[in-house]
C-alpha cells in the first residue's frame, strides 16, 4: 500500500501511479479489515473521497477513482460510519450523481467550482470531527489498557535486548536438512522487512511526529535515519518514546508478537527459537506469547497473562443442532480431522481460522453466506435475519429463547452489527458416540457434552453462557419436584471443569428470564454491556 492511503495500490502503469483497491474497499463494507480500525479505514476513505469529490469538478486531470469506484468508496464510507454511529447520507451516489446535484443547485456557473468545494467542505468536515474525536478517544483509552498493568519490569526488557546474540547462536546450531550448519542473518526485530515496513504495520507513521526538525512525520524521520543513513542503533525502538515499547506492557507485547508474524519472519526455525526465548523471559512477569491464529500453516502470536485464556487452536465449531444428535468419524486420526457421516444436515459446522479478535457476527455472516450461497445484493441485515433464524430452532427453551432473543435485538440485528461478537448457541463441548438412550439413560463419562451459549472473545478467551432449568437442579420436571444435591454437585463439577481450561461460565436461572419482559430485557442488557465493557471486542 502506498503511504498516503491504504485504499491505494501503487501501480506503474497508470498515468498517475496508483489504483483503486476496489476489493479491500468492498471487505470493509462488509466487515472490519483484519489490519485496519474502522475509525482508521473511515478517515483514509473519506479524505479520498472528499479529494476525488472536488477534483471532479476540475478539468479531471488527478482523477484517481471513476465513476464506478467512486460509487463503491462512497457505499463503503456509509457502512463503515454506520458502524461508528456517524450519519453521512450525501444526496448522491457516485461522480454522475454529484454532477447531477450541481447542477440542480445552481453550482454550474462562474465561481462554480468554489462552490462545490464549500459544499463538500460542509458535507465531510462534520464526518472528519466526529472520527477524529473517536480517535482521540480510542488512543487515550488504549494508552490507558496500555499502561495500566505495568507487569513487565526494566530488567525484564534489557533481557529481551541482550538475549538475542545467544538466541541467535543457537539458529546458527541447528543444522539444516543435510546436516550442514546454516548461516543465518542477525536477528532483527523487523526481520525481512525494513524498521519502516515493520512499524506500518502497528503505527500510523504519517500521523505521528518526528525527532528531527527538517521532517514533519515520523515516516519521513524514520527513512532518513534507518534507512538511507542508516544511523540509528538497532535496539533504538525500545527507548523512542514515541512507539511505547519501552514503558507499556501491552505495546511490547504487540511489538513482539509482531516480530514473529510470517511476513516479517518467514523462517520458522527462527521463530521456534525467538518464541520460547520470549515466553522464556516474560514468565518471569507473568506473560507469554501464544499461537492465536495461522497464515498458510505458519503460526500468529499474540500476548496474554499466563493463565488467561483457553490454550490450543480451534479447529472447528459444532453447533446450533436442531434434529437427531451427528454422527462424527475421525476422517485423518493423525491430523485428527473430523467428518460428519450422518445427521450433517440438521447441526452447523464453522470451520474457518479464528482471528486474534475472536468471532465477530461479521466472521459468522461471512461464511454463513458463502455456506448458502446468498446473492452479494442480500444485505448483512437481511443475511443476519436469516442466520439468526436457523440458530433459533436449535434453541430447546423458552429461557433460552429469551436470552438469544435479547442479545440478537441489541447487538446482531442492526446495521451497524458487524462489530460484535458472535453469541453461538447449542455448541459441543465434548462428544460421545452414543446418545443418553444408548447409554441407558446415564450421563456421558465426559461430562457435559453441550455449551448453551459461547462467546469466542479476544486473547482466546471463551465465555459459557448456560441457561439452568429444573432439570439442572431437581428431581423430576414437575411442580415442586424435590432439590437433587446430586445434580447440582454434578453442575458444579463440570464448572470447575471448564474453568481450569479457562473458560468463563456465567449462568441464568431459567426462572429469572420468564418474569417481567421489561425487567428480563434490562437485566440482560446490564449483562452484556458489563461482560463486553470487561473483553473490549478490538484487536489487542
Not at 329 to 354: F, K, Q, W
Amino acid at each position: 500500500m502506498l503511504p498516503g492511503n491504504p485504499f491505494l495500490k501503487g501501480f506503474s502503469q497508470t498515468p498517475n501511479g496508483t489504483i483503486f483497491d476496489s476489493a479491500r474497499v468492498e471487505q470493509l463494507r462488509r466487515g472490519p479489515l483484519g489490519d485496519l480500525a474502522d475509525v482508521d479505514a473511515a478517515l483514509a476513505l473519506a479524505r479520498l473521497t472528499w479529494d476525488e469529490l472536488v477534483e471532479y469538478g476540475t478539468e479531471r486531470k488527478n482523477l484517481r477513482l471513476d465513476n464506478v469506484e467512486i460509487a463503491v468508496a462512497l457505499r463503503a464510507l456509509r457502512a463503515v460510519l454506520g458502524h461508528l454511529r456517524i450519519v453521512f447520507d450525501p444526496p448522491f451516489r457516485d461522480q454522475s450523481g454529484f454532477h447531477q446535484y450541481w447542477k440542480s443547485r445552481g453550482m454550474s456557473d462562474a465561481g462554480g467550482w468554489a462552490k462545490r468545494r464549500a459544499y463538500l467542505t460542509d458535507l465531510f468536515e462534520p464526518v472528519l470531527a466526529q472520527l477524529e474525536t473517536i480517535e482521540d478517544t480510542q488512543t487515550g483509552q488504549q494508552a490507558d489498557r496500555d499502561g495500566a498493568a505495568g507487569q513487565i519490569t526494566e530488567v525484564t526488557r534489557r533481557r529481551l535486548i541482550d538475549g538475542l546474540d545467544a538466541v541467535r547462536k543457537k539458529i546458527m546450531d541447528e543444522p539444516a536438512e543435510g546436516g550442514a550448519p546454516v548461516e543465518r542473518p542477525d536477528l532483527f526485530w523487523w526481520g525481512t522487512l525494513d524498521e519502516v515496513a515493520f512499524l506500518d504495520r502497528l503505527y500510523d507513521l504519517d500521523r505521528m511526529p518526528s525527532l528531527d526538525p527538517r521532517y514533519a512525520t515520523a515516516r519521513l524521520d524514520l527513512i532518513q535515519h534507518c534507512i538511507n543513513n542508516d544511523d540509528f542503533p538497532a535496539d533504538w525502538i525500545y527507548r523512542d518514546e514515541r512507539f511505547g515499547i519501552g514503558a507499556h506492557d501491552g505495546r511490547l507485547l504487540r511489538f513482539l508478537a509482531e516480530t514473529l508474524h510470517p511476513v516479517v519472519r518467514p523462517e520458522q526455525v527462527e521463530v521456534r527459537h525467538l518464541h520460547a526465548f520470549y515466553s522464556s523471559v516474560l514468565a518471569h512477569d507473568g506473560y507469554e506469547l501464544v499461537q492465536v491464529d495461522q497464515i498458510s500453516g505458519a503460526p500468529i502470536f499474540a500476548g496474554r497473562r499466563i493463565g488467561g485464556g483457553v490454550s490450543g487452536t480451534m479447529k472447528n465449531i459444532i453447533f446450533a443442532a436442531d434434529g437427531p444428535k451427528p454422527e462424527i468419524v475421525l476422517g485423518d486420526a493423525v491430523n485428527n480431522d473430523i467428518r460428519i457421516v450422518c445427521n450433517a444436515e440438521n447441526c452447523l459446522v464453522y470451520d474457518r481460522p479464528l482471528k486474534p479478535e475472536g468471532l465477530t457476527w461479521a466472521d459468522l455472516l461471512s461464511w454463513w453466506r458463502d455456506r448458502q450461497s446468498l446473492p452479494t445484493e442480500v444485505s448483512d441485515l437481511d443475511a443476519g435475519r436469516d442466520l439468526c433464524n436457523r440458530l433459533w430452532r436449535s434453541l430447546a427453551s423458552k429461557p433460552e429463547q429469551v436470552l438469544f432473543h435479547a442479545y440478537a435485538r441489541a447487538y446482531l440485528l442492526r446495521e451497524d452489527t458487524t462489530r460484535c461478537p458472535a453469541l453461538i448457541p447449542q455448541v459441543y463441548l465434548h462428544y460421545d458416540p452414543q446418545t443418553r438412550r444408548q447409554r441407558g439413560g446415564k450421563d456421558s463419562v465426559l461430562g457435559r457434552e453441550r455449551m448453551d451459549f459461547l462467546l469466542l472473545l479476544p486473547h482466546s478467551t471463551r465465555v459459557v453462557l448456560e441457561v439452568d432449568g429444573q432439570q439442572h437442579y431437581a428431581d423430576g420436571m414437575e411442580a415442586g419436584a424435590v432439590a437433587s444435591p446430586q445434580l447440582y454437585s454434578k453442575m458444579a463439577a463440570e464448572d470447575r471443569a471448564l474453568r481450569l481450561k479457562g473458560y468463563e461460565v456465567y449462568r441464568f436461572g431459567g426462572h429469572e428470564l420468564t418474569r417481567n419482559e421489561a425487567a428480563v430485557t434490562a437485566m440482560l442488557q446490564e449483562f452484556f454491556e458489563a461482560l463486553l465493557a470487561k473483553h473490549p471486542f478490538t484487536a489487542p
